[in-house]
């Protein structure tokens, strides 16, 4: 039997959730993915999920299984995360194209939604590949940064945390990140600490200097021309209240490609995960639209 992704499918748990990761098979063309599904996803829309820097694909809460409800979800472990360590080295162009061979098996236009990092990788993909996608989410997320000198001083402070992670172990590092101020409202249950300490160090620090946003490329003007040429995808970019960086960066991606940006009062950063009853309406109301 083959799954929806286009491989062998290994089953479903009592969870309803495919296991499709396959990082250990040796390929280097794919990344692990989940596939969680409803009692019958037969026609059902697709939505894939991009975790933020990190985490893995378990590290989203109640609002995967919310949209699984009525969709099937397939959440992906992104280069350096997760079962997908073989593809650390990759930058987000590599990512895009990691992606169109893990999700090759899947018909039409999917639904995305990313969180920071995986915000950034769907932006990518948008500018890169726009006829594959159908509607766009963002929560907390960059286009990158369009100042040389800034973007350069962002790409020594991702070559500092690269460091920190090397010196210190993902369980160090770990608690030195999710102690950053962005972090302060995550409940317990959201901090994911098993997800995350399942990490390598190596990989995590690959990931940092590839696809981190000092490495990235700006995206907006590409945004922009997509926005003027009518051809972009339906976007939704959410951002919390408490993270004001990231509510403008939101408008910005919202006026740049005629999208819509909401914020979600009382949360910071990671907005689904301090406010999921909010995001997830958010999201099933634009996703539905």
């Known amino acids: 039997m083959r799954d929806d992704t286009g491989r062998d499918d290994p089953g479903r748990d009592d969870t309803g959730r495919d296991d499709t990761g396959r990082d250990d098979t040796g390929r280097n063309d794919t990344l692990a993915a989940d596939r969680l599904v409803a009692v019958d996803d ?18 989203w809460g109640p609002l995967a299984d919310g949209l699984a409800a009525d969709r099937t979800v397939v959440a992906v472990d992104l280069p350096g995360h997760g079962g997908s360590t073989r593809a650390a080295d990759a930058d987000l162009d590599r990512t895009v194209d990691l992606l169109g061979s893990t999700l090759a098996g899947l018909d039409g236009p999917l639904d995305v939604l990313g969180y920071s990092m995986g915000g950034r990788v ?10 594959r ?19 350069a001083e962002r ?28 972090f302060a409202g995550l409940p317990d249950w959201a901090r994911f600490d ?8 190596d990989a995590l ?23 003027r040429s009518g051809g ?13 960086d990231y509510v403008a960066h939101a408008a910005r991606l919202a006026a740049d ?10 949360a910071g950063h990671a907005a689904h995960l301090e406010r999921p009853d909010e995001t997830l309406a958010a999201v099933r109301r634009f996703l539905d639209g």
């Open 133 to 151: 996608i159908r509607r766009l989410v963002t929560i907390g997320a960059t286009a990158g940064i369009t100042d040389t000198s800034r973007r």
């Open 232 to 244: 972009a995808p339906a976007l939704l970019a959410l951002a919390g209240g408490d993270d004001p």
């Open 205 to 227: 620090a690959a990931s940092l200097r590839n696809a981190g946003t000092g490495s990235m490329r700006p995206l907006w003007d590409d945004l922009a021309a997509l926005g």
């Open 122 to 131: 769907a932006l990518t993909w948008m500018v890169t590949d726009p006829g």
């Open 42 to 59: 037969g026609g059902r829309p697709v939505l894939v999920l991009l975790h933020g820097f990190a985490q893995t694909r378990r590290c």
């Open 155 to 182: 790409r020594d402070a991702d070559e500092e945390r690269a460091r920190r992670v090397e010196r210190d172990g993902v369980d160090g590092f770990v608690e030195w990140w999710l102690g950053l101020p962005m």
């Open 257 to 266: 490609t005629g999208g819509r940006a909401v914020t979600i009062p009382g």
């Open 194 to 201: 098993e997800e995350r300490r399942g990490n390598s160090a």
